[in-house]
């Protein structure tokens, strides 16, 4: 079965510190990696995806097949990153279209 | 463009009442995703729908759990009979195509639904 697995449901951080949200992920096939970030009242938003390989708002991730995981990095925390960020995947035997979320881990970085 | 709207953003439902939601996607996207969120679960896949055709529904509860996108008209999602076990959080997104590689989807703001 295709699972997205974010083992930790709250991290806090200081401002300034270092940042890794955990995502690892079960598949069949070759699925797309996402993350989604949803600030306080705002809506679901696509932060990165692992094809781009981009860095966004200062966030990377790398995909590693070998432990299957997506992990979700920042090397300096800045306060505005509070908020609640989903690991997904597309793809596979589940299609393009189906995302498959993670239960979410909130970030709170403390000033 | 406002984005994808859905509403009302809250309902309260007594049990064996109907629930309806209501999701209006973003101007120019005829792809339209339900979801939905339990608590202190991931947001999980329900139904994918076109204009008047139901592409997917692997992931509707076989009872109950209706949904249609008209040709003209926002996307319904219709839970008759609602129980305590529907209370959720309900996700809306649409996309422009659908096709072989990556498109990306865009949410609304939810519904969350009540059922006392």
């Known amino acids: 079965a295709q699972r997205v697995t974010q083992p930790e449901k709250l991290l806090s951080v200081f401002k300034g510190a270092p940042v890794e949200l955990k995502c690892n992920y079960s598949?069949?096939?070759?699925?797309?990696l996402f993350w989604y970030v949803q600030y306080s009242r705002q809506r679901l938003q696509l932060l990165l995806r692992?094809?781009s390989r981009e860095s966004i708002k200062g966030f990377t991730a790398d995909l590693n097949k070998g432990e299957t995981s997506f992990h979700l990095k920042k090397p300096f925390a800045q306060e505005e990153d509070s908020a609640m960020y989903y690991c997904a995947l597309s793809g596979g035997t589940s299609g393009t279209y189906k995302y498959i979320f993670g239960t979410g881990t909130r970030l709170k970085v403390l000033a | 463009n406002a984005g994808v709207m859905q509403n009302p953003r809250h309902l309260v439902r007594r049990r064996g009442q109907e629930a309806r939601l209501r999701c209006s996607p973003m101007?120019?996207?005829?792809?339209v995703y339900w979801y939905r969120q339990l608590p202190e679960e991931g947001l999980k896949f329900m139904v994918y729908?076109?204009?008047?055709?139901?592409?997917?529904e692997s992931g509707m509860p076989k009872e109950r759990f209706s949904a249609e996108f008209p040709k003209e008209g926002p996307s319904i999602l219709r839970i008759q009979q609602v129980v305590r076990g529907d209370s959720a959080a309900y996700f809306c997104?649409?996309?422009?195509?659908?096709?072989?590689?990556?498109?990306?989807?865009?949410f609304g703001p939810g519904t969350r639904l009540t059922v006392t």
């Open positions: 598949y069949s096939g070759s699925p797309e």
């Open positions: 101007k120019g996207h005829s792809h």
């Open positions: 729908l076109q204009k008047e055709n139901i592409i997917d």
């Open positions: 997104a649409s996309s422009p195509v659908v096709g072989t590689s990556f498109v990306e989807q865009y």
């Open positions: 692992h094809i």
